[in-house]
């Protein structure tokens, strides 16, 4: 299984940058995912990595290092659609899905 | 990308009664399916994993008499939760997956138990 960490809420700006990190431990890594939840609906796909590297794509761009067990989702130019929870998702090779983590509540105010 | 439908968005019901959620694979053929369980400010949970012509694989804890899985066609799953109780107040939410591994989840169902 994994160890998903991620922090519980962020505010930032709008027009600004974030950086929302996540943490992970499994035996067996076997790739990334970043998900956007708005308020009451379901997770939408953001990303995926499975080499380590930046993935961009738009304003928003995924990291990863596999010998740190660390990625990271950056979101440019912020604008107040962007307030949503932001979920980290890892899969083993063990599961052919992954396990969500808590999630992080991003606000983004005027 | 894959679309996936579910009913109802939102459902009240009595405590004892007993509740359909359905969930439906709009462009593809999945011969599996996922249920998650979201509690609020929580993360999601697999419940079960719904696999077509037979039994569900259900996740460590999760009751299989109470939530009943039928996953009777190739584009559609059912989640029954059976005597809900006001515990089973959640956010439960089915998904496909394609061969990289991302998922399509379907809109949501929020249920909520009196």
């Known amino acids: 299984g994994q160890n998903i960490d991620q922090p519980t809420e962020m505010t930032a700006t709008e027009g600004a940058i974030v950086q929302i990190n996540c943490t992970y431990q499994?035996?067996?890594?076997?790739?990334l995912f970043w998900y956007q939840q708005h308020a009451g609906e379901a997770p939408t796909f953001l990303s995926y990595n499975v080499l380590d590297g930046l993935e961009e794509k738009g304003r928003f761009s995924s990291f990863l290092s596999r010998s740190k067990g660390y990625s990271y989702l950056l979101l440019k130019e912020l604008q107040m659609k962007d307030s949503a929870s932001y979920l980290c998702?890892?899969?083993?090779?063990?599961?052919?899905?992954?396990?969500f983590g808590r999630g992080t509540s991003l606000i983004v105010h005027p | 990308g894959a679309v996936v439908s579910q009913h109802p968005s939102w459902v009240i019901c009595k405590s004892g009664t007993s509740v359909k959620i359905e969930c439906r694979s709009l462009?593809?053929?999945?011969?599996?399916m996922f249920w998650y369980r979201q509690f609020p400010k929580q993360s999601l949970m697999l419940m079960a994993t719904?696999?077509?012509?037979?039994?569900?694989?259900?996740e460590q804890g999760v009751e299989k008499d109470k939530f009943l899985i039928n996953h009777a066609s190739l584009t559609l799953s059912t989640l029954t939760v059976t005597s809900a109780h006001p515990e089973d107040s959640s956010f439960y939410i089915c998904s496909t997956k394609r061969e990289t591994g991302e998922l399509f989840f379907g809109e949501g169902s929020r249920l909520t138990v009196l």
């Open positions: 462009d593809f053929q999945a011969t599996t």
């Open positions: 719904s696999n077509e012509g037979s039994k569900a694989t259900y």
């Open positions: 998702a890892v899969r083993d090779w063990g599961s052919y899905i992954p396990t």
């Open positions: 499994t035996s067996g890594f076997n790739g």
